[in-house]
């Protein structure tokens, strides 16, 4: 089976729906994109990414979100950065740059602000709730490093001309530190594309997933003729396993990937990983991730 | 030829000579790394590194630094900041860390004041002369993206036991967009280091390097058994390829690399790429990576 589209989680479905409408209209890959991320970002009911996104332990929003173009490898990004209504849309403008195309903090907030992207309060009143009754027990809460909602949103979609693109944008970590960077915004570890091989992205715990350049990892195996599924739990198998052997432990992390054929591929060490895939009929669907028997299976939700 | 220490570019020559004699005194392999990175921040005559390292566009200087622990793969780094004296000090603490490992802007800045390093205006009388010289022809220099002066510093070390570790610390770009990243701090781009496998690391222009994954794809090859001299040149030389047929063109980039047995390789696009070495007699020297018959020859300087 053949898609378009493919993201991470749930809460990409309509994101996806849009960015295959976009497509089937004959709008370029890159809009298509950006629009299904823009979706996720501006939806107030998913709480790790955009306006919703769950605040640092100093109750603000930061995000994080970056874009890559599988045909050039042009990449750009937006780290740590506050008020920006749509990360997802500056990074992607970086992207078109050939130099400062990362920019952390005030510098990247001065950029959208400079590029007249709108800027807005991102700490939405439900988000504000759920900190205010967490912050009773902040110390404590950081201590246990019981982070939630660290689920990123990461799009890969390819055209019909075989144009690849990936675009990912998140909160991070509920409770993180301020100025903390995930793998999200990382190339090579939250995300990698490249028309002429396939693209990969991953959510989870950003620190761990970093360690092994999950995203790159599995583009490489796809360029040595590895078969996509294969690809996604050969990587994450062996990380998982390297993990343990090094530290004894390893965070959550999932993958998605895509080949240039637009067969698709998912893997992850939680009990059920939902992620969500279009086609260029506009058939969108929730498929799940599961263990079975020590491989993972892909079942329809 | 077995070496403790490999270090990006004819400045880092008594950053080694004192890490390397760290290692002879049985110190660890960290304070050995740490130290050898200290010394170059410490100089004000690099004008790319910590104290003496040329500003952004608005005469500040901004700096990043990245930490790696070969056998736990253990990483952490710091992104756009300013005033603090040792970035690479703070890097090495947060790598301690299994969460929140990576910070940027004023959330590092608040960590590194918090754990006590000390801050200081990084602006050297002689950087703040350059910047002056150039402010007058600054929008042409954008323009132009006349960059100079990318020569981050680049350490990795390996001792007795086979630990491994990577250091990296920069001032990036001089005129750079306020904010900006480049490969430096990027795990697998700037640097990776596994101390079953080997480490590498890159310097110049870090948005083409970071294209590429450069770090994480040599280590990736030493894994395969590729010796690692060829490791180096195979990777530069077919991301340089591959740039020049997506772009068009490809900045400058260097590359340097050590296996887990001590063997160290280098690659260049530049006509010359100094690097120095020592070994675990004190032995330190600066070696030339240069092109000779499409290959790349290594010469005493």
Redesign the interface.
């Known amino acids: 089976m053949k898609w378009s589209m493919i993201a991470t989680w749930r809460m990409a479905l309509e994101g996806v729906r849009s960015g295959t409408r976009i497509l089937r209209e004959h709008g370029n890959i890159h809009q298509a994109v950006v629009n299904a991320v823009t979706e996720v970002e501006d939806d107030e009911n998913f709480q790790s990414v955009g306006y919703g996104g769950l605040p640092?332990r100093n109750g603000e929003v930061?995000l994080d979100a970056a874009y890559m173009n599988g045909?050039?490898?042009?990449?750009g990004g937006i780290?740590?950065v506050q008020n920006i209504k749509n990360p997802i849309q500056v990074a992607y403008t970086l992207s078109k740059y050939?130099?400062?195309?990362?920019?952390?903090?005030?510098?990247?907030m001065?950029?959208a602000q400079e590029h007249h992207f709108i800027m807005q309060d991102m700490l939405a009143p439900s988000a504000r709730k759920r900190y205010e009754e967490m912050k009773v027990n902040l110390e404590e809460m950081v201590q246990q490093?019981a982070?939630q909602g660290h689920d990123t949103v990461c799009v890969i979609g390819r055209d019909d001309n075989g144009s690849m693109a990936c675009g990912v944008s998140t909160s991070g970590?509920f409770l993180?530190?301020?100025?903390?960077?995930?793998d999200s915004p990382?190339?090579?570890?939250g995300f990698?594309v490249d028309s002429e091989i396939g693209g990969a992205a991953a959510t989870g715990?950003g620190?761990d997933i970093?360690?092994?350049?999950l995203a790159?990892?599995i583009v490489?195996k796809l360029k040595l003729g590895t078969e996509v599924q294969r690809a996604c739990e050969e990587v994450l198998n062996h990380h998982e396993e390297?993990?343990m052997k090094?530290?004894g432990s390893v965070g959550s992390m999932s993958v998605i990937a895509m080949d240039k054929n637009g067969h698709v591929g998912a893997a992850t060490n939680l009990d059920i990983f939902p992620f969500s895939v279009g086609d260029a009929d506009g058939n969108c669907q929730v498929l799940v991730a599961i263990h079975e028997n020590g491989k993972i299976k892909i079942l329809e939700s």
Chains 1, 2 share one sequence.
């Open positions: 640092n930061e045909d050039t490898l042009d990449a780290m740590a050939k130099r400062n195309c990362f920019l952390a903090g005030t510098g990247a001065k950029f490093e982070y970590l993180k530190q301020p100025g903390r960077v995930g990382i190339i090579g570890s990698y715990v620190e970093m360690k092994g350049c790159f990892s490489e390297n993990m090094r530290n």
